[in-house]
């Protein structure tokens, strides 16, 4: 097994940050060493079959996104990356593990659905991979069928309050899926907004005329996400089942769920990249030459972007530095304009879902660090530590110990960055949600248990390099 030796770096943890070496062996971590130490031999660096000069850069864990959508069909098309194109671009991005979610669809079998995944990733993936799973059809099959989720490696499992029709589940389903979740320690991750009364509002909207992509946040109002979160938790209180939920973008759902765990409750939320940069009017309201008013399409997502007149972002960035929100995933779900947005074209409503952003989850929240939004060691923690525990990894991923796998991220603070469509962007999608952002900082090398995937702007891995990865149950559970 070839050994490494990364020196002369800061490793960063959630808990702190030292100078020290990191010493691999073979896929997993050996030791972590003060510089110059003698504890495995006078002249390590000469021992070892590659050396890898970190001087001057952070040593972090690989960022865990624990949020993805790869080839999920939607809207009458599939989101444009598949487990092959997305994990690579994800690698170039410092993530080194995803959890995708497999897909139940209604009338079909969640076995069915797990195994289609399965079929899709496998030999494909170049980053270890896990699952959860969707369940769009809660009925007396699907609830035993969680009950062996468990012994698949899958911990986790979605519901939506959204999309009637497609996979929204109603109060009494979602209150038995619980109640099973309550008995075997799953977690339950939840879209939390309320579909049937979006539905009507997107109705009402179009007979107004109303058809642009910015009239999407306009139906998808905050206080549908801040109802439907606050009935969510209440029915996680009521069963005494864990809660997380997915996508937070409004400010008010985040004090629902600060006041929920404030009391004691274990309850979770993630946000995104997107609802900390960009808004309904710069975004959803914009406009080009090429796409007209349109060109809003580009970020149509649900939850949607919030108005930058009411703060959300801030709220946001706060509860990050309060842990009223425990981590960042992207939601990634990418969909090209021409062919797949356009589908939505004169109706809103019928645009598919979705931005892409899992290549540059790392750096948009390292820049949150140089603009003094979050700490060095927070972006650690809300990237790559709590994901772990969170989605039941820790103490193989998301740290830097003895025994862990060797997911190493060599990132250069001096480094820069220029995102968009022919500078950073592997993304298998023809445009970029986040064209022209600028990042004080790079990734310069990625391993991905302990084989080099990027370095010096090369990608050096393959499909099939990640294997699928079986989790436990959550650890983050108070």
């Known amino acids: 097994m070839a050994t490494t030796l990364i020196r002369g770096g800061t490793v960063v943890t959630a808990t702190g940050r030292s100078l020290a070496d990191v010493l691999i062996d073979g896929e997993t971590i050996r030791a972590v060493l003060a510089p110059g130490s003698e504890l495995l031999g006078v002249d390590l660096a000469a021992s070892v079959d590659r050396v890898i000069d970190a001087t001057g850069k952070f040593v972090i864990p690989g960022g865990i996104d624990a949020h993805t959508h790869m080839e999920l069909p939607f809207g009458g098309t599939a989101a444009s990356d598949t487990f092959e194109t997305g994990t690579r671009a994800a690698a170039w991005g410092g993530t080194t593990t995803i959890v995708d979610f497999a897909v139940q669809t209604y009338g079909e079998r969640v076995e069915d659905g797990l195994a289609a995944w399965h079929e ?170 090429e796409w007209g008013a349109f060109e809003g399409a580009k970020w149509v997502c649900s939850t949607p972007l919030r108005s930058k007149h009411e703060h959300h972002s801030d709220e946001l960035w706060s509860a990050l530095r309060t842990n009223d929100l425990q981590m960042v995933s992207t939601d990634h779900c990418p969909f090209c304009m021409k062919d797949q947005k356009e589908l939505g074209r004169g109706d809103f409503s019928k645009i598919p879902n979705g931005i892409g952003g899992v290549e540059h989850r790392m750096d948009l929240l390292y820049q949150g660090v140089v603009d003094g939004q979050i700490s060095l060691e927070r972006w650690v923690e809300i990237t790559a530590t709590t994901p772990a525990r969170m989605f039941g990894l820790h103490g193989r991923k998301g740290v830097i110990q003895p025994g862990a796998d060797a997911d190493i991220v060599v990132y250069d603070p001096n480094g820069h960055t220029s995102i968009g469509v022919g500078k950073t962007h592997h993304m298998n999608i023809n445009h970029s949600a986040w064209e022209g952002f600028e990042i004080d900082g790079h990734v310069d090398t990625v391993l991905s248990r302990g084989r080099v995937i990027v370095d010096d702007a090369q990608y050096l891995g393959h499909p099939g390099d990640g294997s699928f990865v079986k989790r436990g149950l959550s650890q983050y559970l108070t």
Request: aromatic fraction near 8%; proline fraction near 3%; charge should be negative.
């Open 120 to 289: 899709k990733a496998a030999g494909r993936c170049a980053i270890d991979y896990g699952f959860h799973q969707i369940v769009g059809d809660v009925d007396e099959a699907s609830l035993a069928a969680l009950r062996g989720l468990a012994d698949e490696g899958i911990s986790s499992y979605k519901l939506f309050m959204a999309y009637p029709g497609v996979f929204y589940s109603d109060d009494a389903q979602i209150l038995q899926a619980m109640q099973v979740a309550a008995d075997t320690g799953l977690m339950t991750m939840m879209h939390a907004e309320n579909g049937p009364a979006i539905d009507v509002l997107v109705r009402q909207l179009l007979d107004q005329g109303k058809r642009d992509p910015y009239f999407h946040g306009v139906a998808r109002a905050w206080q549908m996400e801040e109802e439907a979160t606050h009935r969510a938790i209440m029915l996680a209180n009521l069963t005494n089942a864990p809660l997380y939920v997915v996508h937070v973008s409004a400010k008010q759902a985040v004090a629902q769920l600060a006041a929920a765990r404030g009391a004691g409750q274990n309850v979770f939320g993630e946000t995104c990249p997107q609802y900390l940069y960009l808004s309904l009017e710069d975004q959803l309201g914009a406009s080009s030459d």
